[in-house]
């Protein structure tokens, strides 16, 4: 490949895999610096392949077109949680420069394996038991008690893929409703807030965190998102302490969004992680000097971090589904400053795009 | 064309003729709306094109690849201040949109239809005489006094194309460094500072202007802006009723740069108009929230005028051919941020990029 070594000069080229409108926001980010991107996308015009310079379309876990990105790339990174992991590795195996780690991929696309990783390196999780079939459902719920969250082991998000168990009756009839996958029982957190940390880890080893933001979801997916958080500093002190374990745990390279429980005695949680940009650093792009797009390219390619000092308090608010036809009306906003992903089809619950709304810190 | 009406909806295509960095810059804001973006570039594989879905590469004024983006386009709109009027006029009269009117291109390019343009609507400037031949310098230069700066008419930019005439000795060898060509001399201004105005017409005759910038050049090259530059509220008012003044006269839709002497009693002469995006603009992509990029897309797309103040003080530093080579340690230093355009080759003098520094108000 004759790659240039890190950190990689302007004029190189970012790998993305994946269209969509996180790897578009990343792609932005990367021309700002001078790069060029290329992205693998599924379907050809993708959002994100239409603000790059090149556009291979092909399944993520698609080891030819994983190839052929990684061939014209400097380095390879990716947008989508779901990439699968062996194959990343493979390409890691190859020598392709690739970052996330494919470890960071594989241990958080299995929700056993995520929790069991992040227990063992001290970080606390909500009590689970592995669910193989609708059998271990009985013995599980007595353990985690009732009501208890089951998950299909791998994929699923946004609240998909999921059913709650709360006494035999429900037992069957919610391992039908996951398909009857390899599950995990997740005992309920008494959370009285969800918050996320968003972090990053450079090829040197230094780290860095945004300042955490409150999460609101709605029916599963994530609806609102205020940043910086009202926390204490002795919250925030442990929710870097457990997004810079889990990076160096990973020996990761990337920004990664950590989604937490807080419990009513002010402990942590650790609900899931995310090896990519996430939705709750969207508030980052107006409310930073260096926003998680660019935080993010700047680690994968070996330059140093920037600043996440907060600029502004930031409201960030996601466009669902037909909600992004407000445009006219947002766009007339001075409050409201508005991101479009350039996606056709506003299907009920598509993220659109979303807007930050800004107040003085 | 079958187009949308204004205002585009997010998902129309925006056509820049131009693949630099200001068609890059525009193209980025461009995205974070939901517009997809065609370029027309003189280069495949342009800046520009680089971050955009369509490059078509031909001629500015190449009436067949004009008309190719405008045929792809829902608004053509231009980076570049010599890209022909007529060739502009001609897509307008052929029922094509562009934004800004082609009128705009024709007047600032002719430095005396300019400064006339700018005389007629009660817009001051320095004395100037048309200068047709040599023989026409001597009684010029009585007229204007010496020393008085001798420019060709058309084109020229960044200092080139100027030669400043003293005495009978410097007039022919000044006629003969501008190649002979139809000219003006210029009066010089006796200004203290040199300041500029970013503004915007919307399609609904709505203006606004940014904080005026101060400007240093160095070589005839820009080399740095402050802005908001320290002005009276007199100054600032005069500025933007320069600004404000000229738009409506060109039934303008865009935004547009004016560069404006400061003279000593504080009253403002106009230098020049550019009918697009402005070097001296650069400063708002981080110190305001819609910044001249997304303003100019707004313009030209029909949506409404975005905020346009200040969140910052700004200083922004040009990066000239090989200064852009620092990048190293610029994107380690956290006080600036920085924007490299993807241009492969730094000559001298080229602009490869521009950091932003940041101070709280």
Redesign the interface.
């Known amino acids: 490949m004759g790659a240039p070594s890190f950190?990689l000069?302007?004029?190189s080229t970012v790998g993305i895999v994946g269209g969509g409108q996180l790897g578009?926001m990343m792609?932005?980010a990367a021309?700002?610096?001078?790069?060029?991107?290329a992205v693998l996308a599924r379907e050809a015009?993708s959002p994100a392949?239409?603000?790059?310079?090149r556009e291979i379309v092909g399944g993520y876990g698609d080891p030819a077109a994983l190839r052929q990105l990684a061939e014209i790339s400097d380095v390879v990174t990716f947008e989508f949680e779901n990439v699968p992991g062996a194959a990343i590795a493979a390409l890691e195996a190859d020598g392709y420069r690739v970052a996330p780690p494919g470890r960071a991929l594989t241990v958080s696309q299995d929700r056993v394996t995520e929790k069991s990783f992040l227990n063992a390196h001290g970080l606390p999780t909500v009590a689970f038991a592995v669910i193989d079939s609708a059998a271990d459902l009985p013995h599980a719920l007595q353990k985690l008690g009732a009501p208890a969250l089951l998950k299909t082991r791998r994929e699923g998000y946004d609240g998909k893929g999921q059913a709650w168990v709360t006494n035999a009756v429900d037992e069957d009839s919610a391992f039908v409703h996951i398909d009857r996958r390899p599950a995990i029982l997740e005992a309920r957190a008494p959370f009285v807030r969800e918050l996320s940390i968003i972090a990053a880890r450079g090829r040197d080893g230094a780290m860095a965190a945004y300042p955490l933001a409150e999460n609101q979801h709605e029916h599963g997916v994530l609806r609102r998102s205020i940043a910086p958080a009202e926390v204490s500093p002795a919250l925030a002190a442990e929710a870097e302490r457990i997004a810079f374990t889990l990076m160096g745990a990973l020996d990761y390279v990337g920004v990664i969004g950590v989604e937490l429980f807080e419990l009513a005695d002010g402990s942590l949680l650790v609900n899931e992680f995310a090896p990519r940009v996430h939705n709750t650093g969207h508030w980052t792009a107006?409310g930073c000097?260096?926003d998680q797009f660019e935080q993010h390219i700047?680690a994968v390619a070996g330059?140093?971090l920037?600043?996440t000092a907060p600029?502004?308090r930031v409201e960030m608010l996601n466009l669902l589904g037909d909600e992004?036809d407000a445009?006219?009306t947002l766009?007339?906003d001075?409050t409201a400053?508005?991101?479009?992903?350039?996606k056709?089809d506003a299907e009920p619950g598509r993220k659109m795009?979303h807007i930050n709304r800004?107040t003085p810190l």
Chains 1, 2 share one sequence.
């Open positions: 950190p000069p302007p004029g578009r792609a932005l021309a700002r610096l001078g790069f060029n991107v015009d392949g239409r603000v790059s310079a107006d000097q260096v700047r330059w140093p920037g600043p600029l502004a992004a445009w006219p766009a007339a001075p400053r508005l991101w479009l992903y350039g056709g795009g800004l």
